[in-house]
Nanobody
Framework: QVRLVESGGGLVQAGGSLRLSCAAS????????MGWYRQAPGKQREMVGT???????NYADSVKGRFTISADNAKNTVYLQMNSLKPEDTAVYYC???????????????WGQGTQVTVSS
């Protein structure tokens, strides 16, 4: 069984910082990419940032220059450092992993349970 467990969410004032972590565990053969997505009330889930196994990064325009995604491949863990937070960053943040698990032989999307980030004005 594969699990993606997020941590680090919480309540912060505008201009503050938070760091999210997501650890993938289970019968993982390989990780192609990991990333962070978010969903605000009444809105669709959107990509925040992704990082490939080779280290290539991609960010949503709304977070460029404020958020930084990084990964520890040895620990199957991805991080999201969020600085200069704004009230519009308030959302549930979900970790995503493109994982190849033992016995599957293909990459599939797996999701964490989500962690709430609330930015007060």
């Amino acid at each position: 069984q594969v699990r993606l467990v997020e941590s680090g969410g919480g309540l912060v004032q505008a201009g503050g910082s938070l760091r999210l972590s997501c650890a993938a565990s289970g019968n993982i053969r390989s990780i192609n990419a990991m990333g962070w997505y978010r969903q605000a009330p009444g809105k669709q889930r959107e990509m925040v940032g992704t990082i490939t196994r080779g280290g290539s990064k991609n960010y949503a325009d709304s977070v460029k220059g404020r958020f930084t995604i990084s990964a520890d491949n040895a620990k199957n863990t991805v991080y999201l450092q969020m600085n200069s937070l704004k009230p519009e960053d308030t959302a549930v943040y979900y970790c995503n992993g493109e994982l190849d698990i033992v016995g599957d032989y293909r990459y599939r999307d797996y999701w964490g349970q989500g962690t709430q980030v609330t930015v007060s004005s």
